[in-house]
């Protein structure tokens, strides 16, 4: 039986969270952690998105994403805070980048909790 869409979103998006969770024990690239955790919150809104065939552009701002999942499920409003927080460690430019320096463990755990925290919500909602 194929997979379905929305179940390969959340998928990919535990896989970009195991990830960068797995990297804050290892390394000091706080940025590039922090870029994947966005990218995790951002593919589990995409998950909501599609399984409740949304409407959404093809885009990368959390808050946008949020915007389409709150009008279908008000309770998406408590991600407000959380989404805010993730949504400047997207980087759009990926050869060459600069990426930031000023982020530390404190940032990226603090990313971390964002990203679970859109996480849990969206698993709320779409896993039995």
């Known amino acids: 039986m ?5 179940e390969e979103w959340l998928r990919k998006a535990d896989e970009d969270f195991g990830f960068a969770s797995a990297g804050l024990d290892h390394t000091d690239f706080f940025a590039q952690i922090c870029f994947h955790f966005q990218q995790a919150a951002e593919k589990y809104l995409k998950a ?3 399984a409740r065939h949304l409407p959404f552009r093809s885009v990368h701002s959390l808050l946008e994403l949020l915007e389409s999942c709150k009008e279908q499920t008000a309770e998406f409003g408590q991600l407000t805070e959380a989404c805010r927080y993730l949504n400047p460690f997207y980087i759009d430019a990926r050869y060459p ?7 530390d463990r404190e940032t990226a755990m603090a990313a971390k909790r964002a990203a679970a925290e859109v996480g849990t919500l969206v698993k709320k909602h779409l896993v039995p």
Do not use: K, S
């Open 48 to 50: 909501f998105i599609i």
């Open 97 to 103: 980048v600069h990426w930031p320096t000023q982020y």
């Open 2 to 6: 194929p997979i379905n869409i929305a």
